[in-house]
């Protein structure tokens, strides 16, 4: 059907008015929520439609989508290998209502840029860095999941002016040096090597990448694996390569002096007894979480529990405070 131009730019401007409205709502919902008995699951189409981007100098496009009170504590959620913003979904109901949620889509992944270098850890802090320089925020909390939690090491490592306090799920202070290799139950590495283009978000493979202890919503998981499946193959190698080694992660661990939280489902089958030790012992003054029976993804697998440890972790009063009389 023909538009005339003064038409077609009307349209234009009612859609970015929808979209305004229906991110408003999004972020008074997520922000009201956490306190409700048992809060609604957030929409995902809507969810999707919130994301943002942002050029960084670095020539990088870094997306985001920001939920939460904008006046509260920034806190910066990271997400893992192949995954997105969408990853902290389910947890977002249920986290509290003042805090300034930015959930980023870490370089690779989801709607960001996905260069041909480079995917160290030292690359994706650097992103989170330069995102909330764009963002104006001089301080925030950073929370990170498996490759996030590196990511968010790192960042508060080589930031810690940036950094008030740290959230690490199911994280690792990387093998003991000199310690042999511990061989995994399932080798995902020797998996991903085998992948081809174009990659089906239904094989065996993705289908038990994305396997949990408790179940998770079909849809959500549904969506999660077609994602990573539109991830380009060279991505996965090249952060496999680059940015799952942890083999200098104890070389730097002692500049982490932030205020941290440490938690792991108890069931985890990436995440071993033996590179949860090296990260306790690096940070002996962690505090240290265990969810009996959940997996590597608790905070899919039991939402409530995770941001209950989580809340009163970031909401706490800095150590030392005067308490209200």
Known sequence: ?????????????????VR????CALLMFAASCADAATPAPIDLNQFDALKKSVALPDGETLAYVPLGNPAGQPVVLI??????????????????????????????HGRSGK????????DFAYDIKLLLDALDVRQADIVGHSLGSIIAQTFAEYWPQRTRRVILISSTGGPRAGAPLRKPAYNYAAQIRKLREPIDPDSPFMIEWWSSPTPV?????????????????RVWLAVLDQGTTDSDLQRTLPRLKAPTLLVWGSADPIM?????QTLREALPRAQVQSLQGLGHNPFWEDPRRCADVMNAFLTAAPAGATPPR
């Open 272 to 276: 071993g007894e033996d590179v949860r």
């Open 217 to 233: 919503d079909e849809d959500f998981i549904r969506r999660q694996r077609r994602d990573a499946a539109a991830i380009p193959l």
């Open 115 to 122: 260069p041909e270098c480079c995917y160290t850890r030292f």
């Open 1 to 17: 059907m023909f538009l005339s131009r003064d038409t077609k730019l009307v349209t234009a401007r009612t859609a970015r008015a």
């Open 20 to 23: 305004r409205v229906a991110g």
């Open 79 to 108: 997400h893992g290998y192949t995954d997105s913003a969408r990853d902290w979904v389910p947890l977002v109901p249920y986290l509290a209502g003042s805090l300034r949620l930015i959930l980023v889509d870490i370089r690779g």
